[in-house]
């Protein structure tokens, strides 16, 4: 059963930072692509960025680029999205989620996802 568990939200002011983490297994972790999503009330959800099986890869929305960043703790089986310079348009319930199979960062972010955390909620004040 692939399970993913976001953890690392909370509230900032426009301009601060905040990581996010989403912990899963050592199988999954390893044979997986993975995404963060966010979705803000009344809106679609929205792809923020990527990354490709094993961690070689990354990709990003255009609105998060040069802000935002994707690391891993290889040991922890945890990704982390390092999230600077973050504006009110920002906010949302960020989620973490997987892919099995071998995807670069730019092909895992075409098509579905079938496995999903519970979310984590980020508020930014201005």
């Known amino acids: 059963q692939v399970q993913l568990q976001e953890s690392g939200g909370g509230s900032v002011q426009a301009g601060g930072s905040l990581t996010l983490s989403c912990k899963t297994s050592?199988?999954?972790?390893?044979?997986?692509?993975f995404g963060w999503f966010r979705q803000a009330p009344g809106k679609e959800r929205e792809a923020v960025a990527f990354?490709?099986?094993?961690?070689?890869?990354?990709y990003y929305a255009d609105s998060v680029k040069d802000r935002f960043t994707v690391s891993h703790d290889n040991a922890a089986n945890t990704l982390n999205l390092q999230m600077n310079t973050l504006k009110p348009e920002d906010a949302g319930m960020y989620y973490c989620?997987?892919?099995?199979?071998?995807?670069?960062?730019?092909?895992?972010?075409?098509?579905?996802?079938?496995?999903w955390g519970q979310g984590t909620q980020v508020t930014v004040s201005s």
């Open positions: 990354s490709g099986t094993g961690h070689r890869s990354t």
């Open positions: 989620a997987a892919k099995m199979g071998f995807f670069s960062a730019s092909a895992c972010s075409v098509g579905q996802f079938i496995y």
């Open positions: 050592s199988g999954v972790y390893t044979n997986a692509c």
